[in-house]
Nanobody
């Protein structure tokens, strides 16, 4: 039963913004690091960002650094991904998942509680 529910995706023009939310269902996320991932059509799932359980440590992929921001509110059992200056190559299904360590070296297989994802389409 434990999983995430992602929401906030949609169709946006290049240069626009979206704020995605990731809410834990069936568990509390406060003890876990949370990662955001995306998967474009025909491509492998890509690690985008992560945030530590305390919220004090964050990491970003080179492709999104400076444009995306990750944050969490444990009282609301939710993590957000604010996406600015969106590009067509940001298009894909965005997922969140939980693990124990926030860094860019942890295998994707170490993440769990995946949700169904939310579709982000950036197009003119």
């Amino acid at each position: 039963q434990a999983h995430f529910v992602e929401s906030g995706g949609g169709l946006v023009q290049p240069g626009g913004s979206l704020n995605l939310s990731c809410t834990a269902s069936g568990f509390t996320l406060e003890s876990y690091a949370i990662g955001w991932f995306r998967q474009a059509p025909g491509k492998a799932r890509e690690r985008i960002s992560c945030i530590s359980s305390s919220g004090l440590k964050t990491h970003f992929a080179d492709s999104v650094r400076g444009r995306f921001t990750i944050s969490r509110e444990n009282a609301e059992n939710t993590v957000w991904l604010q996406m600015n200056s969106l590009k067509p190559e940001d298009t894909g299904v965005y997922y969140c998942a939980s693990t124990y360590y926030c860094n860019m070296y942890v295998s994707i297989t170490a993440f769990e509680n995946w949700g169904q994802g939310t579709q982000v389409t950036v197009s003119s």
